[in-house]
């Protein structure tokens, strides 16, 4: 930021013109950009002006010392030429009543006529005008021709007199510059008021300019505070403008619509999740009327699983879990619905059963296959029911580390497969293989929410982006522990990613699916987890073609013992 020093003075209103107040100290003053534009096209204009006037000024002075120059310079030689018959015919008289005629040039101060003798070449004083002290310590500058030189404030021309083609004598001019102080004087005036005049202008157009240039930003910065306060992402910011800060204001407005289509779609999948959780209660209310001893497990597993969704829908940075949640309770619906089934069969047995048992037309024969068809049938009950809670048990664990940043101890392949495991419902649809590539024993200390996500990222953009065009892909995922540092890479054979957006691919609403309902998020927040969460650092490698090679390498600690397991929630 632009600084000046100045004084400490508080009101101080024009920074770079403020000085040092005795025993206040030394202090910066810090200019806002409104001031920089002013103070910017002043100093150019001033600096602007100077560059013209002082040349124009020395061109000035110069052309008047000309212009006296060559004055005395003619005034000398016409004086010359007069006074030449008077020389050669020794008349002092004629000489000094030629000289009088000088009183009518007042710029002419003082004039001298010498004489040559012809014998040895030697001058006297021939004639003479004016105050001859002013010449008093300076010489005759003898010469062949014409001289003008400055000598103090005066300019003395000296020419010869000639005669036959001899040196008969010279003729000294003294004239003042006063006449060319005052053409100078009044050149500096009008300059002066020049100056003056395009400074004025030039601080009218610098506050005009100022104007133009901070109405919209200001306007822009008043939208941005409205939009922060009223969380309101319909507000648009108004632009006038065809310029630069016009495509500001532009491409700000495209950001809101942006962000307001995301937020929408955020809405809607939390409706969803809401319709769902509603209509999951509903059906589980249902039957566990039906089964209230059978299905107690079942009962517990779905109020787990009703308490998991509703941390999600409360934290809006899990809204994207709202389409695992209903492919979790699509893949729990089959062994439900198998057990339902195989309950109300049970049920149809046992009373058939018991009415044969009744009317006392019931066989050994049809008893014992009457107890192997209910044991197979309560087998296939607690085999489902198993299922369904292996599938909530991996959902949950995989949920409740996604609504947290907590460090804790974790064994890596196992938490993988059990993220693998929430996605199942995703996978299943495709042919595509995913390869887990992790020692057994690799356990580590760490965010398992944070690495959950960055794996739940990566494999929904291999969906959506890599495979779209590709019925079996291959997903492979390695780790690996080097010292106190975990390398992830991660690795498919899709299309890859375009090389036009490769430089950008860990910007936000960067994407090519975007017609797909792809909010170009997902690489953004795999950066800012690895980075800000894990403290690492990711990178798109290059040489993998085709597909994408994404290397992860994030700080962790294995050395860590029973008692060194933090309480949940602790940091």
């Known amino acids: 930021m632009l600084t000046v020093n100045s004084c400490a003075a508080v009101d101080c209103r024009w920074p770079p013109l403020c000085c040092l107040w005795p025993g206040r100290g030394d202090r910066m003053v810090t200019l806002n950009f409104g001031q920089k534009i002013f103070f910017s096209v002043l100093s150019v204009a001033g600096l602007s002006v100077l560059l013209i006037s002082l040349p124009l000024l020395f061109n000035s002075a110069s052309h008047f010392m000309q ?69 008093s310590d300076i010489q005759l500058n003898r010469t062949d021709r014409t001289q003008v030189e400055r000598v103090g404030s005066y300019l003395i021309a000296v020419s010869p007199v000639r005669s036959s083609g001899a040196t008969v004598g010279y003729v000294r001019l003294v004239v003042s510059q006063s006449n060319i102080e005052t053409h100078f004087q009044e050149t500096l005036i009008y300059v002066t008021v020049a100056v003056i005049v395009a400074l004025f202008i030039a601080g009218y157009l610098a506050v005009a300019s100022r104007r133009a240039i901070l109405k919209p930003i200001q306007d ?11 969380q309101d992402y319909g507000t648009r910011a108004k632009s006038d403008s065809e310029d630069e800060v ?49 299905m107690a497990v079942l009962r517990k597993t779905v109020e787990d699983l009703r308490e998991t969704q509703g941390k999600l829908v409360e934290q809006e940075k899990m809204a994207s879990l709202g389409s695992l949640v209903a492919g979790v309770a699509h893949e729990i619906n089959t062994p439900i619905g198998v057990g339902i089934t195989a ?98 024993d690799l356990t580590i200390f760490s965010s398992p929410g944070a690495l959950s996500q960055i ?20 997903i492979e995922l390695k780790m690996q522990q080097t010292g106190d540092e975990l390398v992830f890479d991660y690795m498919d054979n899709g299309k890859g990613i375009p090389a036009a957006i490769r430089d950008r691919i860990f910007d936000p609403f960067v994407t090519t699916a975007r017609h ?10 795999l950066y800012n987890l690895v980075t800000r969460v894990l403290g690492g650092t990711v990178t798109l490698e290059p040489e993998r073609q085709p597909g994408v090679h994404f290397r992860l390498r994030f700080p962790v600690r294995s050395d860590v013992g029973p008692m060194d397991i933090p309480i949940a929630g602790a940091r």
């Not at 822009?220 to 009223?230: F, I, K, W, Y």
């Not at 532009?250 to 509603?278: H, Y």
């Not at 049938?377 to 909530?392: D, F, G, H, P």
């Open 67 to 135: 212009i006296a120059s060559d004055h005395a310079r003619t005034d000398s030689v016409m004086l010359g030429e007069m006074v030449q018959p008077a020389l050669v015919f020794e008349r002092e008289d004629m000489a000094q009543g030629l000289l009088e005629i000088l009183q009518q040039s007042p710029d002419v101060l003082a004039a001298t006529i010498f004489s040559v003798d012809p014998a040895d070449g030697s001058e006297s004083l021939f004639a003479h005008y004016g105050d001859q002290t002013l010449l």
């Open 220 to 230: 822009l910065g008043q939208v941005t505070q409205l939009v922060a306060q009223t």
């Open 246 to 294: 016009g495509d500001l204001v532009v491409s700000f407005n495209a950001m809101l619509d942006t962000i307001e289509e995301f937020d929408r779609q955020r809405m809607q999948k939390e409706r969803e999740i809401l319709q769902l959780n509603q209509n999951l209660e509903r059906i589980v209310d249902e039957r566990t009327v039906e089964l209230q001893n059978s």
């Open 343 to 440: 309950a109300s069969h049970l049920t149809q047995s046992l009373g058939e059963l018991q009415q044969r048992f009744l009317d006392g037309s019931l066989t050994k024969r049809q008893f014992a296959d009457s107890v192997a068809e209910m044991t197979e049938t309560v087998q296939m009950i607690s085999k489902n029911l198993e299922r369904s809670a292996a599938l909530v048990k991996s959902f949950k664990m995989v949920a409740v580390d996604q609504s947290s940043d907590d460090m804790r101890v974790f064994n890596v392949k196992e938490y993988i497969e059990n993220v693998l495991m929430s996605l199942k419902p995703k996978l299943k649809r495709t042919r595509h293989e995913v390869i887990v590539n992790v020692a057994e």
């Open 455 to 474: 794996v739940t990222n990566l494999i929904m953009n291999s969906l959506l982006h890599g495979f779209d065009e590709t019925e079996q892909g291959r």
């Open 516 to 525: 797909k309902g792809g909010s170009g998020l997902g690489t953004h927040i």
